[in-house]
């Protein structure tokens, strides 16, 4: 469970392109004020869980707290949608402290981009050929060869999205562990994936990678044609969200292995 967090001088609200995020930001602006989200205390995000993702990479690094309602068709990372007293509300609000994963992806051309992920990092095959993707974990080789669609690397925040879709284990928060999961693995056919330490540094290595194209994916920053990929945790950053005592995102979770 995340600490109590403190009363919060400003807030501003930011939405989605959605009417019904349109139409809640109207009110609340109406209700409680328009205030610069770069100079606020905190932030308010009217939206789904994608919108959520979008605020949290926008104060990547910034520290700054973000409050999510839902005004969207997913919300797990959302609080209820209510109008009533929000100041009170985000003065009793839990905080969950997380770190994102940082991406470097290096292309066939050479070239190396850094992106940042809350979520998941994967590698999907660009093409009808399935992709053939060696795995070392802290500088040893674990998996020579793994054939698959892809793989993926997954934050407990994000355990329960694409990670969860591949099959992959829900992680409560704060198990310090990130799920390492196969995407439709072909060979080894047993092997389900892995739990590791959230300290871990891995690398993917995109075997055949000009007959075997793949792309490496950080939230929504995509990359083609990787040779090798490196993730690991960015204990750096922490970013700071908010829920609601009685949803934090430790007892949704928690909720979730039970559905």
């Not at 100041?87 to 066939?108: F, I, Q, S």
């Not at 999205?161 to 060979?187: C, E, K, M, Q, W």
Request: aromatic content about 6%; some cysteine.
């Amino acid at each position: 469970m995340g600490q109590r967090s403190v009363k919060f001088k400003s807030f501003a609200f930011v939405a989605s392109a959605t009417e019904e995020a349109r139409t809640a930001l109207a009110r609340l602006q109406s209700i409680y004020g328009v205030h610069d989200p770069d100079e606020a205390d905190v932030v308010v995000a009217l939206g789904g869980d994608g919108f959520m993702l979008e605020t949290l990479h926008r104060y990547l690094g910034k520290f700054k707290p973000i409050f999510g309602m839902n005004c969207g068709t997913v919300g797990f990372l959302m609080n209820r949608y209510d109008e009533t007293d929000l100041p009170a509300r985000l003065a009793a609000a839990h905080r969950e402290r997380l770190h994102p994963l940082v991406m470097n992806a290096k292309t066939v051309s050479g070239e190396t981009q850094r992106a940042h992920a809350i979520n998941d990092v994967s590698l999907l095959r660009e093409t009808r050929q399935a992709a053939k993707i060696g795995i070392r974990v802290d500088g040893v080789v674990r998996l020579p060869e793994l054939i698959c669609d892809g793989v993926l690397i997954s934050t407990p925040a994000g355990s329960t999205a694409y990670n969860l879709s591949a099959h992959g284990p829900i992680l409560p928060l704060a198990s310090d562990v990130l799920a390492l999961t196969p995407i439709s693995a072909f060979r080894p056919r047993r092997w389900r994936g892995a739990i590791l330490p959230h300290s871990a540094k891995v690398t993917f290595d995109v075997l055949e990678c000009e007959k075997r194209p793949v792309s490496a994916v950080a939230d929504s920053t995509e990359v083609r044609d990787v040779v090798e990929v490196r993730v690991q945790e960015d204990n750096k950053i922490t970013l700071h969200l908010l829920f609601d005592p009685e949803h934090n995102l430790e007892e949704r979770i928690l909720t979730e292995q039970f559905e």
